[in-house]
């Protein structure tokens, strides 16, 4: 069984950075496309970023783009999000999700089989 466990979140003021860090065991992650979520209290679930499971590509959402990196690597069977320039609009908590292989709509959270359980980010004004 696949388990995803993310880490790395906090609480930080505005202008500040993180980097959040999801490890897969049961599974190898170059096996998966990955992606991160997020969800803001009273909200839905919202895409932040994805990588391919070739590794080729990455994708982000419009309110992240420039700011945010997705990475994975592949020997510590990781995926990190390197978040900088966060502001209170960051503040979710944040999900990890493998998506099934063969599904490529990255921004479909339902196209994602496994999840962690999620870390708190904060950001103070």
């Known amino acids: 069984q696949v388990q995803l466990v993310e880490s790395g979140g906090g609480l930080v003021q505005a202008g500040d950075s993180l980097r959040l860090t999801c490890a897969v065991s049961?599974?190898?992650?170059?096996?998966?496309?990955m992606g991160w979520f997020r969800q803001a209290s009273g909200k839905e679930r919202e895409f932040v970023a994805a990588?391919?499971?070739?590794?080729?590509?990455?994708y982000y959402g419009d309110s992240v783009k420039g700011r945010f990196t997705i990475s994975r690597d592949n020997a510590k069977n990781t995926v990190a999000l390197q978040m900088n320039s966060l502001n209170p609009e960051d503040t979710a908590v944040y999900y990890c999700?493998?998506?099934?292989?063969?599904?490529?709509?990255?921004?479909?959270?339902?196209?994602?089989?496994?999840w962690g359980q999620g870390t708190q980010v904060t950001v103070s004004s």
């Open positions: 999700g493998a998506r099934r292989p063969g599904y490529t709509d990255y921004v479909d959270s339902s196209n994602y089989e496994y």
């Open positions: 990588v391919g499971w070739t590794g080729g590509g990455t």
């Open positions: 049961g599974g190898t992650v170059s096996s998966y496309g």
